[in-house]
């Protein structure tokens, strides 16, 4: 089923296409991965063949504009709410896959109950959670997925554990509840994990195609602008902190309220 | 109009949302609305129709903002600390123009307040609950019938207008039994639904964006004028009350939902007694009938704002006088029953009786 395209008068097989973004310039910070997760879900869509069957729903915080970039049809959420949207368009249109792109403020704090709840039920959406231990968007205050010592614009100190608890790791929590089918955690660092989280994203979109249950991809990823670092040095942060706090990998790969 | 059933306010409510056709209904149970939530749970996984009950009333509107955004019908009902932590949700939805139908079955505050019928949240319901410049459709039944006719009005008007439609009811209207037959001749309006997020963007061209959002300040100022323009259209098209024996009053009674049943009583006692007294139910409180209640403060004395509350929709109608003739307010709170009598001796006094 190779595409093939004629130039000069001598035809090429196109190995690669730039995926049907929509045609706007990303928000995104240098260095920021979000922009990738965006592109990678667009690649999913466009290599399923799937825009007319895919939903999906923003977030409040850097993903806020993510309905400007993904092309198919989306929703906007309030704070934390992305879930309870998801399962209120997942119960109406169940042959659609529908999706959320959340970060870890409005994932893991201000939306934890909808999270829970959705995965708890076994919602059949695919939950793309974007961790960078921070709230991004405002400035870089500490979120429940802050590391120990961490300092960010509200923990000047470091987070001090005694009194904030510790990182919420939301995927140990959710892998626990029958209605999860999929839970991972995947990073966007270098080329072999950028193509490990496509798989991921493939997975969990097909999961939620075929109403096997809640997918729920973590992506452990970085915030240049939020930690206060050039793009280089937050991959080095990226990679020496985020990755050993939250290590990487499929926690459950089978599951779903029979 | 066929058979007649005897039902509660809550079932008959639920009953008339299957027969309008609803596509879907989130939930969270709460006195004195509970009866809602446990009908809808029998009725809709039976016949396919989506059912939740929702962690929270938080969760329950936003599933109500994401299905209600696939063209679908879609409703909510609660009571009110319930609504009160829908407020977020209802002001995204109205700014996005979602079309859905919620329910306030009232009960008494201000807190966790107290599980009798109470009319105290006539401001939320009217003034904007949430953040912004927005309007709910608030429709006001008066007894289990009606708590059934309105929910097909209501999802109509949602339909019309893409805009959330609120039945302020409350905890005695929900609870109390009498008889109600549901309509059999309700053929759902035509409804234009390609502004919805259902997929299909080959089709239209183009992604559906459901967004409440406007960074920049004239997109803004633009959405708000939008909203600005289709409510005049509403206010202009879609008040509506009751008259009761206005024609030849000194003295006009206004009141909605209960309230209006017993004041309806106290006009026939007081006739009874010689004194000129009518009554103006609003039927909707936003849009408000201030017009009519204008056009009879050239003919009445003064009016009695009567309501299960310290007086709030009173605002209303002083704002519709233009302060010309006295307006004065006779209520109850903590579910306590408006007194016939009372209102009565209250009334003497205006006119001088």
Redesign the interface.
């Known amino acids: 089923m190779s595409e093939t395209i004629t130039k000069d008068g001598q035809e090429f097989e196109v190995v690669w296409k730039k995926p049907n973004l929509q045609k706007k310039d990303m928000h995104y910070c240098p260095g920021c991965a979000h922009g990738t997760l965006e592109k990678l879900i667009q690649e999913v869509i466009d290599e399923k063949g799937i825009q007319d069957r895919v939903i999906g729903v923003a977030p409040v915080g850097c993903a806020v504009f993510a309905y400007d970039y993904i092309n198919c049809d989306m929703q906007e959420a309030a704070h934390g709410r992305a879930c309870a949207l998801a399962t209120g368009i997942a119960r109406v249109l169940p042959d659609k896959a529908v999706f959320t792109i959340q970060g870890d403020g409005d994932l893991a704090s201000i939306g934890l109950a909808e999270t829970l709840h959705a995965c708890n039920r076994g919602e059949n959406i695919a939950i793309f959670f974007y961790n960078n231990a921070i709230y991004g968007m405002t400035g870089g205050q500490m979120a429940p997925t802050t590391l120990p010592g961490q300092v960010t614009a509200s923990s000047p100190d470091g987070r001090d554990c005694k009194l904030s608890g510790m990182p919420l790791k939301v995927a140990d929590i959710v892998k626990e509840f029958d209605g999860t089918c999929y839970v991972t955690r995947q990073a966007a660092n270098n080329a072999v994990n950028v193509r490990k989280l496509k798989k991921a994203i493939e997975k969990a979109i097909d999961n939620s195609l075929n109403k096997r249950g809640t997918s729920f991809v973590e992506l452990v990823g970085n915030c240049p602008s939020g930690w206060k670092m050039t793009p280089v040095d937050s991959y080095k942060w990226w990679e020496e902190n985020m990755l050993k706090f939250y290590p990487l990998g499929d926690l459950k790969t089978e599951g779903g309220i029979k | 109009m066929a058979e007649k059933y005897l039902m509660k306010g809550n079932e008959a409510l639920a009953e008339a949302a299957i027969r309008a056709g609803i596509?879907?209904y989130?939930g969270y149970p709460i006195t004195p609305q509970s009866e809602v939530l446990e009908y809808f749970s029998k009725w809709l996984p039976r016949k396919g129709i989506?059912y939740?009950q929702?962690?929270?009333e938080?969760?329950?509107i936003?599933?109500?903002?994401?299905?209600?955004?696939?063209g679908?019908r879609?409703m909510t009902t609660t009571s009110s600390p319930g609504f009160s932590l829908m407020q977020?949700?209802v002001s995204?939805i109205a700014c996005?123009q979602i079309p859905c139908v919620l329910v306030n079955v009232q009960r008494g505050g201000p807190g966790l307040g107290t599980i009798q019928p109470s009319q105290g949240d006539y401001f939320q319901a009217t003034k904007g609950g949430g953040h912004g410049d927005y309007r709910l459709i608030v429709l006001t039944p008066n007894s289990v019938q009606e708590q059934a006719d309105m929910v097909y009005k209501a999802f109509d008007l949602s339909e019309k207008y893409l805009n959330p439609v609120l039945i302020l009811s409350d905890g005695a209207l929900g609870q109390m039994m009498e008889t109600v037959e549901f309509r059999d001749d309700y053929k759902k309006p035509a409804f234009d639904a390609t502004w919805a997020?259902?997929?299909?963007?080959?089709?239209r061209g183009k992604?559906?964006?459901?967004?409440?959002?406007f960074i920049e300040p004239e997109r803004m100022e633009a959405k708000n004028n939008e909203l600005q323009a289709k409510y005049k259209l509403i206010e202009e098209n879609e008040v509506d009350y009751e008259l009761y024996h206005m024609e030849d009053a000194e003295l006009g009674f206004i009141a909605y939902g209960l309230s209006s049943r017993i004041a309806k009583k106290a006009v026939d006692l007081a006739r009874e007694q010689g004194l000129k007294i009518g009554l103006i139910r609003p039927k909707t409180v936003w849009p408000f009938p201030a017009k009519i209640i204008k056009e009879y403060s050239k003919k009445v004395k003064a009016y009695m704002s009567i309501e299960m509350s310290v007086g709030q929709m009173i605002e209303d109608v002083k704002l519709a006088v233009e302060c010309k003739i006295p307006v004065e307010h006779y209520g109850k709170t903590g579910g306590i029953v408006l007194s016939t009598d009372e209102i009565i001796a209250k009334a003497k006094k205006m006119i001088g009786k």
């Open positions: 596509d879907g989130f989506a939740v929702a962690e929270s938080v969760s329950a936003n599933m109500v903002y994401g299905a209600g955004a696939c679908k879609i977020e949700g995204y996005a997020s259902n997929g299909g963007v080959a089709k992604p559906v964006q459901i967004t409440s959002l």
